[in-house]
């Protein structure tokens, strides 16, 4: 199986920290989030991964060139943001034919990749995707997600203002074919968006595969600092990093 790490993003809601740095280049615990998903994707047996950049491309392509594993990692800039599904669309080569793990760097998460593979493996007939889920304690931030007895996504609910759980979209995905050929097919070179555009059509054939261990959108200073927090991290503030 291949990984296509979404990695492009402005980092718009963590300013200051990214004037100057990538959102997926931001440390913790002592490394930055795209190590963390590299490392655990690589010790999952991942053939290949596919990181796409834009935003200060160069500082993230110069730590790539510089990680361990780089001859297993290939880069895809984006001169322009394509949106999440607009990647996929635009890298659906890359796939080779086969179902792929799509995933966004600004999360920090122990999900067990092995684990997730195995559940798409036995999902039902019917399901063409698999969403990792995670309970989160910002539900008006987050998708959330309704599910049937079979653990397939029902109903999907995108940071509305009255949620009805706490169940969300870990924005970890296992696409089938399928869905990578119907974001090739949506794409129409302007973007597209998964949770909004794609996710949507696909409801009653998702399966939802929970994980209970730590996990959390690294998308704001204040979750930043709680991660900080979370793994000990010496300067929870970051005002060290990020006096610059």
Known sequence: MRALLLAAGLGSRLRPITNHLPKCLVPIAGKPLLQHWLDALLAAGLERVLVNTHYLSELVVGFLAGYGESGKVEIVHEPRLLGTGGTV???AEFFQGEAGLVLHADNLSDLGLPGMIRAHAGRPPRCAMTMATFDTDQPRASGIVERDDED?????HEKVPDPPGTRANAAVYIFEPEVISTCK???AEETLDLSTEVIPLYLGRILAHHHAGYH???GSPESL???RVD???ADPVGATLYSK
């Open 231 to 233: 793994f000990g991290d």
């Open 152 to 156: 397939v996504v029902t109903a999907f």
């Open 89 to 91: 669309a635009a890298n």
């Open 216 to 218: 959390r959108d690294i």
């Open 185 to 187: 097919t949506l794409f």
């Open 225 to 227: 600092r709680q991660a």
